[in-house]
């Protein structure tokens, strides 16, 4: 014999009192009184019992609220609500705290409304194409057997808060369109749900399934399955979600596979552990990873969506991609995802030119990154600073960062231009303090709410000097360029350094841009040759070239005569100095001053000091812009 549900309240509605179901809160049986009748339909005796039968084909309105209800008896009641074969109609239905005893089936029966709180169903149970024209409310009833809801129309919220399976429970081809609850469910074995289009709220929270849970082909509307626990294989394919997902502080334990997902809002697994080598696929507004803990391997192919790594704690490899070529999907999902695809494309976010199914990195905040690898995704708004091991981060495929922009402006007197190269979120929101309108003039973009937000010059500093790093064990040299150019940008706004270490960066900065500015270097190499040019012909070269005088005393008895040379001193030039012989002398002691030799070339006193200048400053000049060449082009 069957029990009722264990640990009751005594029931609300008057009982019958006797029977030999025991309970714990109150003895005997809690089935609700029959009308005008002092014990439940149960416990009438036959003539009682067929009168109840013969009223309750005429409204239908069934009320077994605690009774044990019999395969025999079960089949009394379907017989005299059915109407020439067709299907059972129940009218408003009550089973609270009803056992049904071995098999049972609602196959094509329907409700004005269901109550089935706290029941218990012993054997297998099926509701077959039924029809609930109101809610449907199975909170805390128990199913010991396999459970099957397949087809049928619903026209009111489904209720299964706390209910537990025991056997296999089966959802197909279902359309819940006011809303389903699933929260706080036991399933010892497999959950699925299979073609079904589940609107309204599908809440699936603080539930326990050991069993397999398989969503295939569904489309659900705002979904939570926060705080779950799933100790069985997870599966999501080809499944839809028209708002956002939470999976907030749940677990997942087995191997588990989460795609195809379509989510037009944001997913949530803030919070989420994973505990087994897991693969999702997923087209998304935005990804929240906030605090997760990935405890094996974890693979992340999205779409679209701005993922946030803030705080997330990886044990094992850790893979985030973006997934160009996505699998199939149903019709109405790939439709789904082609209308998101054109909402995101008008999106900011989306404003830089590139691809917008491309995913976005948006936070690394507190991050290990030793175990991370990120391939073909964009991290223009990525935040650095605060993640650890920067420097063993792995980046492959075509990735981007965000560029310095291009404005022309004048600095003084003098034109300048920001050199072009990459930057990290963090500076440009540093950049952008700067300034004393909400747009500065250098066109870095909004400020930041709060100051607050925008890390250190010495983080910053640290931040780069680590991506440098990264890049530099990959054998992208230029790629590690621009975080040096970033890590120097730092150190010499930074009052960290000492004043004559920021002059000497500031000198560094303004002759080569940090010896990666070939055509700086180059700009300045020529300017300098030009000027030492223009000296050589002003103040360097004599008027005419001196003339060597030999003097000698001849011996008036004869025999060997000695000679002295004498060479007058180079005259200052007066005249018209910018002539073309002059101009062919100055370029010839320039040159060769680029290359550390000495020219011969006879040179007045200042003209000395201006070859040795030369010979110090434009060999330095020409070397900066070998190397910063050389730096853009090594591999």
């Not at 084909?57 to 009774?67: A, M, P, W």
């Not at 677990?251 to 999702?280: D, K, Q, R, W, Y």
């Not at 960062?401 to 963090?426: C, F, M, N, Q, S």
């Amino acid at each position: 014999m069957s029990q009722s549900p264990p640990n009751l309240d005594p029931p609300v509605w008057p009982s019958c009192g006797h029977g030999s179901v025991p309970t714990t809160n109150t003895n005997g049986c809690r089935g609700v009184l029959a009308p005008g009748r002092d014990t439940c339909l149960v416990h009438l005796d036959e003539t009682d019992r067929n009168h109840y039968l013969g009223n309750l084909s005429t409204d239908g309105r069934v009320d077994l609220r605690g009774c044990t209800i019999t395969v025999n008896l079960w089949r009394r009641v379907n017989a005299v609500l059915r109407s020439e074969g067709s299907p059972p109609s129940f009218g408003h239905a009550r089973f609270d705290e009803a056992v049904f005893e071995g098999d049972v089936t609602f196959d094509g029966a329907s409700f004005d409304g269901a109550s089935f709180t706290n029941s218990v169903f012993t054997g297998k149970s099926s509701f077959i194409n039924p029809r609930f024209t109101s809610y449907g409310n199975f909170s805390g009833a128990r199913f010991d057997g396999a459970v099957n809801f397949d087809g049928g129309q619903y026209k009111g919220p489904m209720l299964f808060s706390q209910a537990t399976f025991l056997g296999d429970a089966t959802f197909r081809n279902l359309t819940f369109p006011m809303g389903s609850w699933f929260s706080r469910i036991r399933a010892d074995k497999s959950i699925s749900f299979r073609n079904c289009k589940l609107h309204g709220n599908f809440w699936c929270e603080e539930s326990e399934i050991a069993g397999s849970t398989y969503f295939a082909d569904c489309s659900l509307g705002p979904a939570s399955l926060a705080g779950a626990t799933f100790t069985g294989e997870v599966t999501f394919e080809r499944v839809s979600f028209t708002d956002d997902c939470s999976f907030e502080r749940s677990h997942i334990n087995p191997s588990s596979v989460f795609g195809s997902i379509v989510c037009e809002g944001t997913l949530n697994l803030t919070s989420a552990t994973v505990t087994s080598s897991t693969v999702m696929d997923i087209s998304a507004a935005e990804i929240r990873l906030n605090d997760a803990i990935l405890q094996e391997t974890f693979t992340l192919r999205a779409r679209y969506a701005d993922i946030d790594l803030t705080r997330a704690r990886l044990f094992f490899p850790c893979t985030i991609t973006t997934d160009y070529v996505p699998s199939e999907r149903p019709d109405e999902a790939h439709l789904r995802e082609l209308a998101f695809l054109a909402a995101t494309t008008n999106q900011p976010m989306h404003h830089w030119g590139h691809d917008p199914t491309t995913a976005s990195i948006v936070s690394l905040r507190g991050v290990d990154a030793s175990f991370l690898l990120l391939s073909d995704v964009d991290l223009i708004r990525c935040e650095f600073a605060g993640a650890h091991h920067l420097d063993q981060l792995r980046l492959e495929g075509y990735w981007r960062l965000g560029e310095a922009p291009i404005v022309d402006k004048w600095h003084g007197i003098l034109p300048y231009t920001p050199a072009r190269r990459l930057v990290i979120e963090e500076e440009r929101k540093w950049r952008s303090l700067r300034s004393r309108g909400v747009y500065d003039k250098w066109g870095w973009g909004r400020r930041p709410g709060r100051e607050l937000d925008v890390p250190g010059l010495a983080t910053l500093t640290t931040v780069y000097r680590q991506l440098r790093k990264a890049r530099e064990d990959a054998k992208d040299e230029p790629g590690a360029a621009d975080f040096y150019y970033g890590e120097m940008e730092m150190r010499r706004h930074s009052h960290k350094w000492s004043r004559a270490e920021r002059w000497l960066l500031q000198i560094y900065w303004l002759l080569s841009g940090y010896g990666l500015r070939a055509s700086r270097a180059l700009a300045w190499l020529i300017a300098s040759v030009l000027a030492t040019i223009l000296l050589m012909m002003s103040f360097g070269l004599p008027q005419a070239t001196p003339k060597q005088e030999a003097t000698g005393i001849v011996p008036a008895t004869g025999g060997p005569v000695s000679f002295e040379l004498e060479k007058e001193a180079p005259r200052n030039p007066t005249g018209d100095r910018f002539t073309t012989d002059r101009f062919e002398k100055s370029l010839n002691v320039t040159l060769n001053s680029v290359a550390f030799r000495s020219s011969g070339q006879d040179l007045t006193t200042s003209g000395g000091y201006i070859e040795m200048a030369s010979r110090l400053f434009e060999p330095i000049l020409l070397g900066l812009a070998m190397f910063a060449i050389r730096g853009r082009v090594k591999r």
